[in-house]
């Protein structure tokens, strides 16, 4: 194609690329007018148009002051020329006329010429219009259409139109990037047109160019075309003529190049969530859109306008979904976005149960139940309850927190046995959605329940295991309607401190959350017992509640089969199991039990049982004491005796006394003394004293009068033995006080003048007739015991034979009891009981004087110093 082919081309089909202004010369305004027709402002005009047709521009009303035109190759001289542009001023008014005398040949002229009237461009008050004068061919418009105005549409479609002006034969493509979206080559608008639209009117060769995008966010396609890209999106339109000037005009579509950052969870609840994110600058962005789906379904998509808005509360959302959110910035498209995962929260969080009372009320026990619901609701008119089916409207309700309500019903196991299912429903959007809980009561009553009478006041009641239960509640009342209740996880209870002779009907339930029903016994009052002797027959009965009895008229050497039932008026019940008994086969009790006592020791004699089996003789005795914690210790009872804190020790049969030592001062003590034999243990014979008061004071002791001891010289045997005194101090060392040789032709003089320095304990050694004598204490009194101890020993010592010896010993020591328990000493019967059970002992008239002697000092001693107790 040759370029005089082109300008005959051109002057045959190119007039102008412009609309046409209807009032022509327009009443106001400057304008541009060309071949009678008149022209907005930007219109264009080829080169081989405008010659020999001037382009006129005019302003009405107005008178030419230095007016101008300006090309891209600067001013035009009016009148005059510049790049085959040129000017001539018109012969009225304001009005400039510029035409071209040559095709336009070089860059310098080709392209945006302004007019200014009435005066030059540089009076800021001046009118201006534009004009583009071209050569051959021009794109007259690259433009962006169909923009979304609804952002929340996904993904997104526009188009770019390209109008193409001027000469008819070309090349036109449209790219992004390097991209091509569109091209087309060898265009001949006459005979071979590309796919463009003719919009050719008033003007001829007028193209429109049009592609269509699809954007996803990612990725910019038109049909099979696809190119990814971040950020805003440049375009150009590229028009080409053989041999002349590229044509090319760009544009920009903008999209934010980022997401929204730091997408996060405001709050949440059944059927709301509320997001935010941090906004993006005003130059980045013109709004957000938030899109919400659920699996794969779109559930809302919401537009939020301004770039400073950066949170969004979604709400009609379900309960327990899972939702995807989505945010984008937009501009004239959306760019990135970011995505969270969140779930809803349930409209009913949770429901439970708590025991308000204790489960003893039985139908009067009270449940709370406790619904947490969402606040997206309002408790007072959407939440309501069933109770086993029945609608229930007595509850109440507090507001935990923004999010939650604590909604509570309180109910009643009424009636009794039967299990309850608690729903709360609360009702959102016409939808209601429901959670429930249930109370378990057993299927029924507890089985086998029987009551058994233990003793006048306690009743024992036991039935068979539930294996549903985990515990059971007992009700009993007596004849008077007083009601007692009490409960228990096992299979059997005692009922204690009941009524005398009364009736009691007994009620057991079982229970798991809810009692059941009851099963029910009665246990009639009780009467009394009856004791069987199942072999010989007898029967007593006792018409009261005294659990004791002496059995008389029993055979010696005799076993019994002994059975004991409890008795009201309804009949006697069952016998227990029969303990066998045997009369008189085990020694009897032993008697005449005495006790002296001293701080820290005692000593105890007793006299042998009366009844000692033939067959089975006494082995030893068994001597037990323990210290009495509480009563009387001047009253003594068998049964005051514990056997399991007993301090145990054996002597032999042949011992009718013991001394016990180690024992506390100022102490009530008990003491037992028992035979044993091969057929095993008689009955205990017990005794109470008390220790002596322990004294720290130190006294000195004479052993007088002379008369008193030489009335015991006679007990002194032929042969000659040793007396040593001893103090024993605080610090317990031991000083002898005398030593001296007693016999039967020494004078006790100067014995009876020693003076002895006494402390707090008196023990006798019969293995080598020697002994200590220690009184503590001071006064009188601690003299004239000691006195006493002394001569005491000192008789017993010289009595060279062992039972004499301990009889004239056992015979004051009993005396001296009796005289404390029957105000009377009966030396006589005492010593005949002695000598009874101790054939051998007080043998001769000075033994039996002896004792007489020393009970009469004793009480001498006492008549003035209360120290016999």
Same mark, same amino acid.
């Given at each position: 194609?040759?370029?005089?082919?082109?300008?005959?081309?051109?002057?045959?089909?190119?007039?102008?690329?412009?609309?046409?202004?209807?009032?022509?010369?327009?009443?106001?305004?400057?304008?541009?007018?060309?071949?009678?027709?008149?022209?907005?402002?930007?219109?264009?005009?080829?080169?081989?148009?405008?010659?020999?047709?001037?382009?006129?521009?005019?302003?009405?009303?107005?008178?030419? $002051?230095?007016?101008?035109?300006?090309?891209?190759?600067?001013?035009?001289?009016?009148?005059?020329?510049?790049?085959?542009?040129?000017?001539?001023?018109?012969?009225?008014?304001?009005?400039?006329?510029?035409?071209?005398?040559?095709?336009?040949?070089?860059?310098?002229?080709?392209?945006?010429?302004?007019?200014?009237?009435?005066?030059?461009?540089?009076?800021?008050?001046?009118?201006?219009?534009?004009?583009?004068?071209?050569?051959?061919?021009?794109?007259?418009?690259?433009?962006?259409?169909?923009?979304?105005?609804?952002?929340?549409?996904?993904?997104?479609?526009?188009?770019?139109?390209?109008?193409?002006?001027?000469?008819?034969?070309?090349?036109?493509?449209?790219?992004?990037?390097?991209?091509?979206?569109?091209?087309?080559?060898?265009?001949?608008?006459?005979?071979?047109?590309?796919?463009?639209?003719?919009?050719?009117?008033?003007?001829?060769?007028?193209?429109?160019?049009?592609?269509?995008?699809?954007?996803?966010?990612?990725?910019?396609?038109?049909?099979?075309?696809?190119?990814?890209?971040?950020?805003?999106?440049?375009?150009?339109?590229?028009?080409?003529?053989? $041999?002349?000037?590229?044509?090319? &005009?760009?544009?920009?579509?903008?999209?934010?190049?980022?997401?929204?950052?730091?997408?996060?969870?405001?709050?949440?609840?059944?059927?709301?969530?509320?997001?935010?994110?941090?906004?993006?600058?005003?130059?980045?962005?013109?709004?957000?859109?938030?899109?919400?789906?659920?699996?794969?379904?779109?559930?809302?998509?919401?537009? +939020?306008?301004?770039? %400073?808005?950066?949170?969004?509360?979604?709400?009609?959302?379900?309960?327990?979904?899972?939702?995807?959110?989505?945010? &984008?910035?937009?501009?004239?498209?959306?760019?990135?976005?970011?995505?969270?995962?969140?779930?809803?929260?349930?409209?009913?969080?949770?429901?439970?149960?708590?025991?308000?009372?204790?489960?003893?009320?039985? %139908?009067?026990?009270?449940?709370?139940?406790?619904?947490?619901?969402?606040?997206?609701?309002?408790?007072?008119?959407?939440?309501?309850?069933?109770?086993?089916?029945?609608?229930?409207?007595?509850?109440?309700?507090?507001?935990?927190?923004?999010?939650?309500? %604590?909604?509570?019903?309180?109910?009643?196991?009424?009636?009794?046995?039967?299990?309850?299912?608690?729903?709360?429903?609360?009702?959102?959007?016409? +939808?209601?959605?429901?959670?429930?809980?249930?109370?378990?009561?057993?299927?029924?009553?507890?089985?086998?329940?029987?009551?058994?009478?233990?003793?006048?006041?306690?009743?024992?009641?036991?039935?068979?295991?539930?294996?549903?239960?985990?515990?059971?509640?007992?009700?009993?009342?007596?004849?008077?309607?007083?009601?007692?209740?009490?409960?228990?996880?096992?299979?059997?209870?005692?009922?204690?401190?009941?009524?005398?002779?009364?009736?009691?009907?007994?009620?057991?339930?079982?229970?798991?959350?809810?009692?059941?029903?009851?099963?029910?016994?009665?246990?009639?009052?009780?009467?009394?017992?009856?004791?069987?002797?199942?072999?010989?027959?007898?029967?007593?009965?006792?018409?009261?509640?005294?659990?004791?009895?002496?059995?008389?008229?029993?055979?010696?050497?005799?076993?019994?089969?002994?059975? +004991?039932?409890?008795?009201?008026?309804?009949? &006697?019940?069952?016998?227990?199991?029969?303990?066998?008994?045997?009369?008189?086969?085990?020694?009897?009790?032993?008697?005449?039990?005495?006790?002296?006592?001293?701080?820290?020791?005692?000593?105890?004699?007793?006299?042998?049982?009366?009844?000692?089996?033939?067959?089975?003789?006494?082995?030893?005795?068994?001597?037990?004491?323990?210290?009495?914690?509480?009563?009387?210790?001047?009253?003594?009872?068998?049964?005051?005796?514990?056997?399991?804190?007993?301090?145990?020790?054996?002597?032999?049969?042949?011992?009718?006394?013991?001394?016990?030592?180690?024992?506390?001062?100022?102490?009530?003590?008990?003491?037992?003394?028992?035979?044993?034999?091969?057929?095993?243990?008689?009955?205990?014979?017990?005794?109470?004293?008390?220790?002596?008061?322990?004294?720290?004071?130190?006294?000195?002791?004479?052993?007088?009068?002379?008369?008193?001891?030489?009335?015991?010289?006679?007990?002194?045997?032929?042969?000659?033995?040793?007396?040593?005194?001893?103090?024993?101090?605080?610090?317990?060392?031991?000083?002898?006080?005398?030593?001296?040789?007693?016999?039967?032709?020494?004078?006790?003089?100067?014995?009876?003048?020693?003076?002895?320095?006494?402390?707090?304990?008196?023990?006798?050694?019969?293995?080598?007739?020697?002994?200590?004598?220690?009184?503590?204490?001071?006064?009188?009194?601690?003299?004239?015991?000691?006195?006493?101890?002394?001569?005491?020993?000192?008789?017993?010592?010289?009595?060279?034979?062992?039972?004499?010896?301990?009889?004239?010993?056992?015979?004051?020591?009993?005396?001296?009891?009796?005289?404390?328990?029957?105000?009377?000493?009966? +030396?006589?019967?005492?010593?005949?009981?002695?000598? &009874?059970?101790?054939?051998?002992?007080?043998?001769?008239?000075?033994?039996?004087?002896?004792?007489?002697?020393?009970?009469?000092?004793?009480?001498?001693?006492?008549?003035?110093?209360? %120290?016999?107790?």
């Amino acid at each position: 194609m040759t370029v005089s082919g082109l300008v005959f081309v051109s002057a045959v089909f190119l007039l102008s690329a412009n609309e046409v202004i209807s009032q022509c010369p327009p009443s106001s305004g400057i304008y541009l007018r060309y071949n009678e027709n008149c022209y907005p402002n930007g219109s264009f005009f080829s080169d081989n148009t405008i010659r020999g047709k001037p382009l006129e521009c005019g302003l009405p009303g107005a008178n030419f $002051d230095d007016g101008q035109w300006i090309g891209p190759d600067g001013v035009v001289p009016c009148p005059g020329s510049k790049q085959n542009v040129q000017c001539t001023p018109g012969s009225s008014g304001a009005s400039l006329s510029v035409e071209t005398t040559a095709y336009l040949q070089s860059s310098a002229g080709d392209g945006w010429y302004k007019c200014c009237l009435p005066t030059n461009c540089s009076d800021p008050n001046t009118k201006i219009i534009f004009a583009n004068i071209f050569n051959f061919a021009q794109i007259k418009s690259f433009t962006v259409a169909d923009l979304p105005s609804d952002m929340t549409v996904y993904p997104q479609k526009y188009k770019l139109n390209c109008i193409k002006i001027g000469f008819n034969r070309y090349d036109i493509s449209m790219s992004i990037n390097s991209t091509a979206l569109a091209s087309y080559t060898n265009c001949y608008d006459n005979n071979n047109p590309c796919s463009g639209t003719d919009l050719s009117g008033v003007v001829e060769n007028t193209v429109r160019y049009t592609v269509t995008i699809t954007w996803d966010g990612m990725n910019v396609s038109s049909g099979s075309i696809s190119q990814s890209t971040t950020g805003d999106q440049m375009y150009q339109c590229v028009v080409q003529v053989t $041999d002349q000037r590229t044509r090319t &005009r760009s544009l920009t579509v903008t999209v934010p190049a980022n997401a929204p950052s730091s997408f996060a969870v405001v709050s949440k609840t059944a059927t709301t969530i509320t997001v935010n994110w941090t906004a993006l600058d005003s130059s980045d962005a013109d709004g957000y859109v938030v899109n919400v789906t659920s699996d794969t379904d779109t559930v809302q998509t919401v537009q +939020v306008e301004g770039s %400073n808005n950066n949170a969004i509360t979604l709400n009609g959302l379900r309960e327990l979904t899972t939702y995807s959110i989505t945010v &984008r910035a937009y501009q004239q498209l959306l760019g990135p976005a970011s995505t969270i995962k969140v779930q809803t929260s349930p409209v009913i969080n949770s429901i439970n149960w708590t025991l308000v009372s204790s489960i003893t009320q039985l %139908n009067s026990t009270q449940y709370r139940i406790t619904c947490i619901t969402t606040t997206d609701i309002n408790p007072s008119t959407d939440v309501y309850w069933l109770v086993n089916g029945v609608m229930k409207s007595n509850s109440m309700y507090t507001l935990i927190d923004v999010l939650t309500y %604590n909604n509570t019903l309180l109910i009643y196991p009424d009636p009794l046995g039967v299990s309850v299912t608690v729903t709360c429903t609360a009702m959102i959007g016409g +939808v209601n959605y429901s959670q429930s809980v249930t109370l378990h009561a057993p299927n029924g009553p507890p089985n086998n329940v029987k009551g058994f009478i233990l003793n006048a006041t306690s009743i024992k009641v036991n039935w068979t295991n539930s294996s549903e239960a985990i515990g059971y509640v007992i009700e009993y009342t007596t004849e008077s309607v007083t009601r007692n209740v009490v409960s228990t996880s096992k299979n059997e209870i005692v009922l204690t401190n009941l009524l005398l002779m009364s009736t009691y009907t007994i009620s057991v339930y079982s229970y798991i959350d809810l009692p059941s029903v009851n099963s029910t016994v009665t246990v009639l009052k009780f009467d009394g017992y009856t004791v069987m002797i199942s072999n010989s027959s007898i029967t007593y009965n006792l018409t009261s509640t005294k659990r004791s009895i002496i059995l008389n008229d029993l055979a010696f050497g005799t076993k019994y089969n002994i059975s +004991v039932a409890a008795v009201n008026f309804a009949g &006697r019940g069952p016998f227990s199991g029969p303990i066998i008994v045997e009369i008189g086969m085990v020694p009897g009790p032993v008697g005449s039990v005495s006790s002296i006592m001293d701080t820290t020791w005692a000593v105890i004699s007793w006299s042998k049982p009366i009844y000692i089996p033939s067959d089975y003789p006494i082995i030893t005795y068994e001597i037990g004491y323990h210290a009495l914690e509480s009563g009387n210790c001047s009253m003594v009872y068998d049964d005051d005796i514990t056997p399991e804190i007993l301090n145990l020790s054996n002597v032999s049969s042949n011992d009718t006394f013991t001394i016990i030592t180690g024992l506390n001062s100022n102490t009530c003590y008990i003491f037992g003394i028992r035979a044993y034999s091969d057929n095993g243990y008689g009955a205990w014979t017990v005794t109470t004293n008390e220790t002596l008061e322990l004294l720290t004071e130190s006294s000195s002791i004479l052993i007088s009068p002379l008369s008193m001891i030489k009335s015991l010289s006679s007990l002194i045997s032929p042969s000659s033995a040793q007396i040593s005194l001893f103090t024993i101090a605080s610090s317990s060392s031991t000083k002898q006080l005398f030593s001296t040789v007693i016999s039967p032709s020494s004078t006790l003089k100067s014995l009876s003048s020693s003076v002895i320095q006494t402390s707090v304990a008196a023990t006798m050694k019969p293995e080598n007739t020697s002994f200590i004598v220690t009184v503590g204490g001071s006064g009188i009194a601690v003299i004239m015991i000691a006195l006493l101890i002394v001569l005491i020993v000192i008789i017993i010592a010289f009595i060279n034979d062992t039972v004499s010896r301990s009889g004239v010993y056992c015979s004051v020591s009993i005396a001296l009891e009796q005289c404390k328990a029957e105000g009377v000493v009966d +030396v006589f019967q005492v010593t005949k009981a002695i000598r &009874r059970s101790k054939p051998g002992a007080v043998t001769t008239l000075e033994q039996y004087t002896s004792i007489y002697n020393v009970i009469d000092m004793f009480f001498k001693l006492h008549s003035t110093y209360a %120290n016999f107790q």
